[in-house]
């Protein structure tokens, strides 16, 4: 897609953000299997209802705009969700793993961060103010989430870790 105006930075970002969020939700099921600390895993569960919705804001954005998303692959998650598998793959199960796993999760949460605070600049300053507020909520839901997996890894995660050896 050729991006020349910031009417199409913002349909591609969207587009980008857009198949980030399916691949999540296909790769976040894997990840919580692949928890063993019940918190975690029901963290990944948790997220994954989340990002569903967050995939329907998209669509309320795309409707509200009367807006076509441009058919992108978001190679980054694609990057992301590869590096989650390598840490399934590569690392026996148990705490090393989830403190792993976690660290994966919050690789995402930060790109979502960056991508959903780009998708709302860019809104205001289209004018964008119907669709801006959806876009925020899903920001303050990644910000959230983030802030759980920090919290997960401080109180126990890392520790048990450690402990593993």
Request: charged share 30%.
């Amino acid at each position: 897609m050729a991006i020349k105006s910031i009417d199409d930075l913002f349909i591609h970002e969207l587009s980008d953000i857009y198949s980030a969020e399916k691949q999540l939700t296909r790769a976040l099921p894997r990840l919580a299997r692949a928890a063993t600390a019940p918190e975690l895993r029901q963290a990944f569960e948790t997220h994954l209802e989340e990002t569903q919705g967050q995939v329907e804001r998209i669509d309320q954005v795309v409707e509200t705009l009367g807006i076509r998303l441009k058919r992108v692959k978001c190679v980054a998650m694609e990057g992301l969700v590869e590096e989650a598998k390598e840490i399934i793959d590569g690392i026996v199960e148990g705490p090393l793993r989830d403190a792993a796993l976690i660290g994966a999760a919050q690789k995402v949460e930060h790109y979502e961060i960056a991508s959903y605070g780009t998708l709302c600049a860019i809104g205001k300053q289209l004018g964008y103010k119907d669709t801006v507020g959806l876009l925020q909520d899903t920001l303050k839901e990644e910000k959230a989430t983030d802030e759980k997996l920090t919290m997960l890894a401080e109180r126990a995660g890392n520790q048990r870790a450690a402990e593993q050896g």
